[in-house]
C-alpha cells in the first residue's frame, strides 16, 4: 500500500457526468463504516437530477449527516444557494467531511465560500477522471479541465480517482485503461491516483488482475446507489 | 468530439441529442435556456460553430421559433430544444411552419405541468405534441425514444426526414433522458448540405432567383378561403402518406398475453421490469411501445391476444395517451390507467402491484 491517506476533508470535483456523485456516496459510506462524525455536503447546485441527496435517507441511514442546498425534505429545487448549517461540518475537527461538489469549472466555483476550510495540507481535492467521457478521452483534455477547475476553485488538486467506466457495461479492461491514462496525468501533475473505482462485481477480480500485474489499485468498489435499475434496461 | 461509429463513449442524454444532431446534419440551432435540456444549449453553443454551424441564443422561445422559421425558409437544417413551457410558447410558430411546408427539428426534453409546474420528469405533453398546440389543421410526426441511443438513433435521421417530409419533426425525450448517462456508440457524421446546393436540392428555399427563373415565396397567409382550402387538403395528403410511413413502434409477447402494457419513453423501461415481474408470478404479460406517437402504432393493437383481460396505459400524465389506446382497441379490451404525475416516477413494483391489483377485477 503505497502512503496515501484521504485528510479529513475530501473534496471531489471533476467533468460533469464523471461519476463524482456515485464516488462520493460510496466512499461516504465506506468512511462511516470506521468514523463515528462523517458528513456528506452536497455542493452541487448545477445538476437537476440525480444529486447526492436523493440518497439522504441511506446515507443518514448509516450515521452519515447531509448538508446542501435544500430545505428541510425540499430536494427537487434548482435553488443556486446552500443552508447555513453546510458549515457546521467543517467547522467540527472530529468529523470527516467528504464534499460533493458540482460539474466542471462552473460547479467548482461554490467551493469558493469554504476556501478558509481548506488549508494547504490539510485537505484533499480529487479529481475524478472517466477516460470513456469523449470530453477527458485525452491527457490534454483531462489536464485543461482540472487547471480550469483549479482557476475557479482557487485550490490545488491533490490527487486523482480513476472511475473509467461504462456504467453496467463497465469491464477489468475499462478500469485498467483509466488507470494507465490516469499514470499520465498523475505524472504531469506530480500528483497520486487515490483510487480506481470499480463495480462491485468486478472488485475481486480487479483485485486479483492487481496482485499478478504488481499494481496496487487503491480499489474503491462502487455500487450504483444513485443509478435505478430500469435506467439500464433495454427499451 | 472525434469518437468514430464503433467506440462505446459514456454520454449525458442532452449532450448525445446535440452530437447526433450535428452528425445528422444539423448546422444551424436556435435556443433559450430551460432545465432539464440545458446542457444541450450548452453543447451546441460550444460545438457548432467548431463544425462550420451557427448557434444563436435567443431573447426568448417565441424568438427561438422564429428564427428558426427563417433559417428553414433559407434552406438551413435547423434545431431547436426547449423544455415543456418552453415548447409551448413555440406552438405559434409550429403552426406557421406547418403551413409554410418547411423542416426544422423540435426536441422537448418534457418536465411536469401544468404552468412552470417542476423540473422534473413528465409526460403530460403528450397532447401537446400529438394534438398541435397551435391554431389550424395540422400534424407534427412526434416520436418518442426510451433510451439514449434510440435518441441518437433518431436525431440522426430526422433532419433529412423533415426535409423530406418539409414539415417539422418532434422528439419527445423525458427529463429523465435528458439528465440520465448511457454508454452508446455514435453514428458517422453525415455530410451537412452546402449552401451552394440549397437552390437545386430545395427549390422552394428563400435563396435567390440564382438560375431558377422564379422567385420562392414561402407563407402562411391564404386569405382566399379556397386557396386555403386547396392548401389545407394538400397538407392532409401529406399527412395521410405520413400516417403509412412513419409508424414505429415495439412490441412484446402479445400472443397468450393476460396483461398488456402499453407505455413509451421512460416509461416503458421501467414496464420492462414489470413484465418481467409477472413471468416470475406465472402470468403473461406483453408489451407496446408506440416510439412514433403521431402517427400513433394503432396496427400494434391489431397483434393482441383475444386472451389478453386487461390493457395497460402507464404514463407520466393524467392518461393522455390512453385515449388513442382505447382508440386503437376499439372497445375490444378494458383499458385502465396506471400513473403518476408531479414529476414522481413509479418504481417498477408500484406498477407491478397496481396493475395486479387491476387484472384480479377482470380474473
Given at each position: 500500500?503505497?502512503?496515501?491517506?484521504?485528510?479529513?476533508?475530501?473534496?471531489?470535483?471533476?467533468?460533469?457526468?464523471?461519476?463524482?456523485?456515485?464516488?462520493?456516496?460510496?466512499?461516504?459510506?465506506?468512511?462511516?463504516?470506521?468514523?463515528?462524525?462523517?458528513?456528506?455536503?452536497?455542493?452541487?447546485?448545477?445538476?437537476?437530477?440525480?444529486?447526492?441527496?436523493?440518497?439522504?435517507?441511506?446515507l443518514e441511514g448509516a450515521g452519515i449527516k447531509v448538508y446542501g442546498s435544500f430545505y428541510k425534505r425540499e430536494i427537487a429545487a434548482e435553488l443556486p444557494a446552500l443552508t447555513a448549517d453546510a458549515r457546521s461540518a467543517f467547522e467540527d475537527d472530529e468529523t470527516l467531511v467528504t464534499v460533493d461538489v458540482?460539474?466542471?469549472?462552473?460547479?467548482?466555483?461554490?467551493?469558493?465560500?469554504?476556501?478558509?476550510?481548506?488549508?494547504?495540507?490539510?485537505?484533499?481535492?480529487?479529481?475524478?477522471?472517466?477516460?470513456?467521457?469523449?470530453?477527458?478521452?485525452?491527457?490534454?483534455?483531462?489536464?485543461?479541465?482540472?487547471?480550469?477547475?483549479?482557476?475557479?476553485?482557487?485550490?490545488?488538486?491533490?490527487?486523482?480517482?480513476?472511475?473509467?467506466?461504462?456504467?453496467?457495461?463497465?469491464?477489468?479492461?475499462?478500469?485498467?485503461?483509466?488507470?494507465?491514462?490516469?499514470?499520465?496525468?498523475?505524472?504531469?501533475?506530480?500528483?497520486?491516483?487515490?483510487?480506481?473505482?470499480?463495480?462491485?462485481?468486478?472488485?475481486?477480480?480487479?483485485?486479483?488482475?492487481?496482485?499478478?500485474?504488481?499494481?496496487?489499485?487503491?480499489?474503491?468498489?462502487?455500487?450504483?446507489?444513485?443509478?435505478?435499475?430500469?435506467?439500464?434496461?433495454?427499451? | 468530439?472525434?469518437?468514430?461509429?464503433?467506440?462505446?463513449?459514456?454520454?449525458?442524454?442532452?449532450?448525445?441529442?446535440?452530437?447526433?444532431?450535428?452528425?445528422?446534419?444539423?448546422?444551424?440551432?436556435?435556443?433559450?435556456?430551460?432545465?432539464?435540456?440545458?446542457?444541450?444549449?450548452?453543447?451546441?453553443?460550444?460545438?457548432?460553430?467548431?463544425?462550420?454551424?451557427?448557434?444563436?441564443?435567443?431573447?426568448?422561445?417565441?424568438?427561438?421559433?422564429?428564427?428558426?422559421?427563417?433559417?428553414?425558409?433559407?434552406?438551413?437544417?435547423?434545431?431547436?430544444?426547449?423544455?415543456?413551457?418552453g415548447i409551448a410558447l413555440m406552438q405559434e410558430g409550429l403552426s406557421f411552419i406547418c403551413s409554410a411546408e418547411l423542416p426544422v427539428v423540435v426536441l422537448n426534453v418534457t418536465r411536469g405541468g401544468p404552468g412552470i409546474g417542476s423540473i422534473q420528469p413528465g409526460q403530460a405533453d403528450y397532447n401537446q405534441?400529438?394534438?398541435?398546440?397551435?391554431?389550424?389543421?395540422?400534424?407534427?410526426?412526434?416520436?418518442?425514444?426510451?433510451?439514449?441511443?434510440?435518441?441518437?438513433?433518431?436525431?440522426?435521421?430526422?433532419?433529412?426526414?423533415?426535409?423530406?417530409?418539409?414539415?417539422?419533426?418532434?422528439?419527445?425525450?423525458?427529463?429523465?433522458?435528458?439528465?440520465?448517462?448511457?454508454?452508446?456508440?455514435?453514428?458517422?457524421?453525415?455530410?451537412?448540405?452546402?449552401?451552394?446546393?440549397?437552390?437545386?436540392?430545395?427549390?422552394?428555399?428563400?435563396?435567390?432567383?440564382?438560375?431558377?427563373?422564379?422567385?420562392?415565396?414561402?407563407?402562411?397567409?391564404?386569405?382566399?378561403?379556397?386557396?386555403?382550402?386547396?392548401?389545407?387538403?394538400?397538407?392532409?395528403?401529406?399527412?395521410?402518406?405520413?400516417?403509412?410511413?412513419?409508424?414505429?413502434?415495439?412490441?412484446?409477447?402479445?400472443?397468450?398475453?393476460?396483461?398488456?402494457?402499453?407505455?413509451?419513453?421512460?416509461?416503458?423501461?421501467?414496464?420492462?421490469?414489470?413484465?418481467?415481474?409477472?413471468?416470475?408470478?406465472?402470468?403473461?404479460?406483453?408489451?407496446?411501445?408506440?416510439?412514433?406517437?403521431?402517427?400513433?402504432?394503432?396496427?400494434?393493437?391489431?397483434?393482441?391476444?383475444?386472451?389478453?383481460?386487461?390493457?395497460?396505459?402507464?404514463?407520466?400524465?393524467?392518461?393522455?395517451?390512453?385515449?388513442?389506446?382505447?382508440?386503437?382497441?376499439?372497445?375490444?379490451?378494458?383499458?385502465?390507467?396506471?400513473?403518476?404525475?408531479?414529476?414522481?416516477?413509479?418504481?417498477?413494483?408500484?406498477?407491478?402491484?397496481?396493475?395486479?391489483?387491476?387484472?384480479?377485477?377482470?380474473?
Amino acid at each position: 500500500m503505497r502512503p496515501i491517506e484521504e485528510k479529513r476533508i475530501v473534496a471531489v470535483v471533476g467533468h460533469f457526468g464523471s461519476g463524482k456523485t456515485e464516488f462520493c456516496v460510496n466512499f461516504a459510506l465506506e468512511r462511516a463504516k470506521h468514523h463515528k462524525n462523517t458528513a456528506l455536503v452536497d455542493l452541487d447546485i448545477a445538476n437537476p437530477y440525480f444529486r447526492s441527496r436523493e440518497r439522504r435517507d441511506l446515507l443518514e441511514g448509516a450515521g452519515i449527516k447531509v448538508y446542501g442546498s435544500f430545505y428541510k425534505r425540499e430536494i427537487a429545487a434548482e435553488l443556486p444557494a446552500l443552508t447555513a448549517d453546510a458549515r457546521s461540518a467543517f467547522e467540527d475537527d472530529e468529523t470527516l467531511v467528504t464534499v460533493d461538489v458540482g460539474g466542471d469549472a462552473s460547479g467548482a466555483m461554490i467551493v469558493v465560500q469554504f476556501y478558509r476550510y481548506f488549508t494547504a495540507g490539510e485537505y484533499d481535492l480529487l479529481c475524478v477522471v472517466n477516460k470513456n467521457r469523449p470530453e477527458t478521452a485525452t491527457v490534454e483534455k483531462a489536464i485543461r479541465y482540472i487547471d480550469e477547475i483549479e482557476l475557479k476553485a482557487g485550490l490545488k488538486t491533490t490527487g486523482l480517482i480513476n472511475n473509467t467506466h461504462l456504467l453496467r457495461e463497465t469491464t477489468i479492461g475499462d478500469v485498467e485503461k483509466g488507470y494507465h491514462f490516469c499514470q499520465e496525468i498523475s505524472a504531469k501533475l506530480d500528483i497520486p491516483i487515490h483510487f480506481s473505482c470499480c463495480p462491485v462485481p468486478l472488485a475481486e477480480d480487479l483485485r486479483r488482475r492487481g496482485e499478478e500485474t504488481g499494481i496496487d489499485y487503491r480499489i474503491m468498489p462502487v455500487a450504483l446507489y444513485m443509478r435505478e435499475t430500469w435506467l439500464d434496461r433495454k427499451p | 468530439m472525434e469518437t468514430m461509429i464503433s467506440e462505446r463513449v459514456l454520454l449525458k442524454g442532452n449532450e448525445a441529442f446535440g452530437e447526433a444532431a450535428i452528425r445528422g446534419g444539423c448546422r444551424y440551432y436556435v435556443g433559450y435556456p430551460i432545465t432539464p435540456q440545458n446542457e444541450l444549449t450548452e453543447y451546441m453553443a460550444r460545438e457548432l460553430s467548431k463544425r462550420g454551424g451557427a448557434f444563436v441564443q435567443a431573447e426568448s422561445e417565441v424568438a427561438a421559433i422564429n428564427m428558426a422559421y427563417g433559417v428553414a425558409a433559407a434552406g438551413g437544417n435547423v434545431f431547436i430544444s426547449s423544455s415543456s413551457p418552453g415548447i409551448a410558447l413555440m406552438q405559434e410558430g409550429l403552426s406557421f411552419i406547418c403551413s409554410a411546408e418547411l423542416p426544422v427539428v423540435v426536441l422537448n426534453v418534457t418536465r411536469g405541468g401544468p404552468g412552470i409546474g417542476s423540473i422534473q420528469p413528465g409526460q403530460a405533453d403528450y397532447n401537446q405534441a400529438t394534438r398541435g398546440g397551435g391554431n389550424g389543421d395540422y400534424h407534427i410526426p412526434v416520436f418518442a425514444p426510451a433510451s439514449i441511443q434510440e435518441s441518437i438513433d433518431i436525431l440522426y435521421e430526422a433532419f433529412a426526414m423533415a426535409d423530406h417530409w418539409r414539415n417539422p419533426v418532434m422528439i419527445l425525450a423525458d427529463g429523465v433522458i435528458g439528465q440520465m448517462m448511457e454508454p452508446v456508440s455514435l453514428p458517422e457524421p453525415k455530410e451537412p448540405m452546402a449552401e451552394k446546393d440549397i437552390p437545386l436540392r430545395k427549390p422552394w428555399a428563400i435563396s435567390g432567383t440564382g438560375f431558377k427563373d422564379h422567385r420562392s415565396v414561402v407563407k402562411s397567409l391564404r386569405l382566399q378561403p379556397q386557396d386555403l382550402e386547396v392548401h389545407v387538403h394538400h397538407l392532409f395528403e401529406k399527412y395521410d402518406q405520413a400516417e403509412k410511413e412513419l409508424v414505429r413502434y415495439d412490441a412484446h409477447d402479445l400472443e397468450d398475453a393476460e396483461i398488456v402494457f402499453v407505455s413509451f419513453g421512460t416509461t416503458a423501461r421501467i414496464v420492462s421490469e414489470v413484465v418481467e415481474m409477472f413471468a416470475d408470478e406465472g402470468i403473461k404479460a406483453g408489451s407496446i411501445r408506440p416510439i412514433s406517437l403521431w402517427p400513433f402504432p394503432e396496427e400494434a393493437f391489431q397483434k393482441i391476444s383475444p386472451k389478453t383481460k386487461v390493457v395497460i396505459s402507464a404514463e407520466l400524465n393524467m392518461g393522455q395517451m390512453m385515449k388513442d389506446v382505447k382508440a386503437a382497441v376499439s372497445g375490444r379490451f378494458p383499458v385502465r390507467l396506471v400513473n403518476r404525475v408531479g414529476g414522481i416516477i413509479p418504481t417498477s413494483l408500484e406498477i407491478f402491484e397496481k396493475s395486479r391489483a387491476i387484472l384480479g377485477e377482470y380474473k
